[in-house]
């Protein structure tokens, strides 16, 4: 029973890792000892994440990535078998969201929330599975919402993507179980972030946040780590197609 949420020897890859909920399971995988390779973007941020890491005694390196570019996923995920000669946990954390109204709304922007929130986990999941199944073990990670089984106005492209993410999970939950690899989802809720910061200035939003969770507060982003740990760990050897709500009691409250 000891050390079961250790991740010793465990080679993960975090997309969308050099900030906000990314970054915060990147700190935590590592913490847990994982060797944590983050994708991103934007290479300053992922060069300093790894410091910290580095830092506080883990392991960690980085690629850059932008998960909508299907051949440089495919790139990402040889590339850090290549390197460490295994991936253990896939953490499909990248997201884009565009909030406007339905008539507002334009094809572009819908598609590329699609693609980012959806084909990506998918084009991810596959690759990484394709390792995976060949050493009868792995942990995929899809980072859901709590739009992931609840709606509010506005954000239908992010709703219905990460509703799809609950789908994608369970089907590939069923899936790869006789391969030994686990798939399971995170639905966060409101957490502290960059990507919420439009949503944090605005006080009547915030007080609809308050209200409408029964923890009463925005979350920490280091709040999500322990899901991560745990869903990435032999501790969840039996859990496979959940999705773990992280949302201070949202998704239950009438
Ligand atoms: C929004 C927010 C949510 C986030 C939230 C819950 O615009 O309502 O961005 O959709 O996903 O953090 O997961």
């Given amino acids: 029973m000891f050390g079961q949420l250790r991740l010793d020897n465990r080679i993960a890859l975090v997309t969308g890792g050099s900030k906000g909920l990314g970054r915060a399971m990147a700190l ?124 509010r106005p506005n954000i239908s492209s992010y709703a219905a993507t990460k509703h799809a993410v609950a789908g994608l999970t369970k089907s590939l939950a069923v899936e790869l179980a006789p391969m030994g690899i686990n798939v399971n989802g995170i639905g966060p809720g409101y957490f502290g972030t960059e990507f919420n910061a439009p949503l944090m200035a605005d006080a009547e939003f915030t007080a609809m946040v308050e209200s409408r969770t029964p923890v009463g507060r925005w979350a920490r982003p280091e709040e999500i780590a322990g899901a991560a740990i745990f869903l990435a760990s032999e501790a969840a050897s039996y859990v496979t197609g959940h999705m773990l709500y992280v949302d201070g009691g949202m998704t239950v409250k009438l």
């Fill in 28 to 151: 935590g995988l590592a913490s847990a000892g994982a060797t944590v390779f983050v994708a991103a973007r934007t290479e300053e941020p992922l060069q300093e994440l790894v410091t910290e890491i580095e830092a506080k005694g883990g392991k960690a390196d980085y690629r850059l990535l932008d998960v909508t570019d299907e051949a440089a996923c495919i790139e990402v995920v040889n590339s850090v078998i290549r390197d460490r000669r295994r991936l253990d946990i896939l953490v499909n954390n990248a997201g884009a969201i565009h909030r406007a109204p339905l008539l507002e709304s334009n094809t572009d922007d819908y598609r590329h929330v699609v693609e980012t929130n959806l084909i990506s986990l998918y084009v991810l999941a596959r690759e990484a599975a394709r390792h995976m199944s060949e050493r009868g073990y792995g942990r995929i990670i899809n980072i859901g919402s709590v739009m992931s089984t609840i709606a």
